[in-house]
């Protein structure tokens, strides 16, 4: 998530984009490297907006039902229950993320940021094969959900679905790895299929791990045009997971 802000330091904040949707402000080059991005502002940008933020207020109210009607069904299942939560701190708490100074529209980036955010609507909720104990999803779930927390209090508003450029953040979280929201969500998803495994959530989080990448990859491209980004990434080596990625 991000925003570059004039008024900060350089080694206050740095960018980063990670949950919601926002303006399609400003410009931002695309894969031929021409300017992909559209004007803020306009009666149209607000209805897309307005339609796009109620869009995923929808689907997160149907996933919520849905899973919570099998919770009720298996108390136990703790990690169900702990997806729902993972589930509502990216998507509930995106539906209130600023407005962004720029934002990559293009297509590989939409699809990207909307199947990596919204793949829990594809993943298997019922129970599956158990490869680890409940409890050790569980924990791994919940160390994910803390790392999450930390990184968005490091991020503050500056988040969104959508690649863009919401501010400079090198606070926090941002001290340690580029991406720190991602690895929270890589141990949260890490920890929900190691206890309900099965070939349909394999299959959907291999391309939910691949859409990520794809994502960073193109998060990096938009915010390397802000020179403070670019001092951050001699900072901070690694993207996600320290001396591996």
Request: hydrophobic letters at 50%.
């Amino acid at each position: 998530m991000t925003e570059t802000t004039s008024s900060r330091g350089p080694d206050n904040e740095r960018c980063h984009q990670d949950a919601a949707f926002s303006d399609p402000a400003g410009a931002v080059p695309g894969a031929d490297g021409e300017d992909d991005a559209r004007p803020a502002g306009g009666v149209r940008e607000a209805l897309i907006e307005v339609l796009a933020r109620a869009a995923a207020a929808l689907m997160l109210g149907i996933f919520t039902y849905a899973a919570v009607k099998q919770w009720l069904a298996a108390p136990t299942r703790v990690t169900l229950l702990l997806f729902v939560v993972s589930a509502f701190m990216t998507m509930g708490l995106a539906l209130f993320a600023r407005v962004p100074i720029k934002r990559d529209w293009t297509p590989f980036a939409f699809i990207c940021a909307v199947g990596g955010t919204f793949y829990f609507l594809a993943v298997r909720l019922s129970p599956g094969v158990q490869l680890i104990p409940e409890l050790a999803g569980a924990s791994l779930q919940l160390l994910g959900i803390f790392w999450q927390l930390f990184a968005k209090v490091s991020l503050r508003r500056s988040f969104g679905i959508l690649p863009a450029n919401r501010g400079v953040v090198s606070r926090g979280a941002y001290r340690f790895v580029r991406h720190p929201m991602y690895l929270g969500y890589f141990l949260t998803d890490i920890g929900f299929l190691l206890a309900n495994f099965g070939v349909q959530n394999v299959i959907v989080y291999g391309c939910q791990f691949a859409l990520q990448v794809g994502r960073i990859v193109r998060e990096e491209r938009l915010l390397s045009d802000d020179e403070r980004y670019r001092a951050y990434l001699s900072k901070v080596r690694f993207r996600v997971i320290p001396g591996v990625f």
